[in-house]
C-alpha cells in the first residue's frame, strides 16, 4: 500500500512542470517515503541480516538517499519504467543489444535507445531531433551550452511527436 500510495501521486502529476512536481511530493510523497523508510528499518531489526529478506532490507536501506533522488528534483522520476517501456519497441529491442558486435557497440546502442527514448517522452520527434543535435554539434556548439541540447530543453513545438 504505500508504494502504491507513492504511484498515485506520480501518475496525478505526470506531465507538470518540474517546480510543480517536486512541490507535490514535497507535500505528499515525502512523508510516504519517511514512514515507508521508518516502518523498513523496523522490520529489518526483527530479520536475521544473513537471510535473502535481511540482506533485500539492508540493500534498500543502504540506498534511500538514491531512492529519495526523485523527492528533492522535479525532473527525476520515481523509477525508470518510462523509460524502459520507452525504448522497448519492435525495432529497438534487447535483442539488438546482444548483437551490437562488441561491448562498445552495445553501450552506443543503449545511449541511442536512451537518448530516443527521452525525446518520446517529451514529445520530440527522435528523427528531427537527432538530424539538429548532430548539425549543432558539428558546426562548433560550444561544450559549456551542452544543456541547451537536451530533448527536454527543447521546446516540442521544434520537433513535435507525429
Not at 517515503?33 to 536475521?48: I, N
Request: charged residues 30%; aromatic residues 10%; proline residues 4%.
Amino acid at each position: 500500500m504505500r508504494i502504491a500510495a507513492l504511484y498515485k501521486v506520480e501518475d496525478a502529476i505526470r506531465g507538470h512542470d518540474p517546480d510543480h512536481r517536486r512541490a507535490i511530493r514535497q507535500e505528499l510523497s515525502r512523508p510516504l517515503v519517511d514512514e515507508f523508510f521508518d516502518w523498513l528499518k523496523a522490520q529489518a531489526a526483527r530479520v536475521s541480516r544473513k537471510s535473502d529478506l535481511g540482506e533485500a532490507m539492508v540493500y534498500m536501506l543502504k540506498r534511500q538517499d538514491g531512492f529519495r533522488l526523485f523527492l528533492g528534483d522535479g525532473r527525476v522520476d520515481m523509477d525508470s519504467s518510462l523509460v524502459e517501456n520507452a525504448i522497448r519497441s519492435p525495432a529497438m529491442n534487447r535483442r539488438n543489444a546482444l548483437f551490437a558486435g562488441h561491448d562498445e557497440g552495445g553501450r552506443n546502442w543503449a545511449r541511442f535507445a536512451s537518448l530516443i527514448g527521452t525525446c518520446k517522452m517529451n514529445g520530440v520527434e527522435p528523427y528531427a531531433y537527432l538530424r539538429d543535435l548532430f548539425t549543432r554539434l558539428a558546426q562548433g556548439h560550444l561544450d559549456k551550452d551542452i544543456d541547451a541540447l537536451m530533448p527536454w530543453a527543447t521546446a516540442s513545438s521544434a520537433y513535435p511527436s507525429s
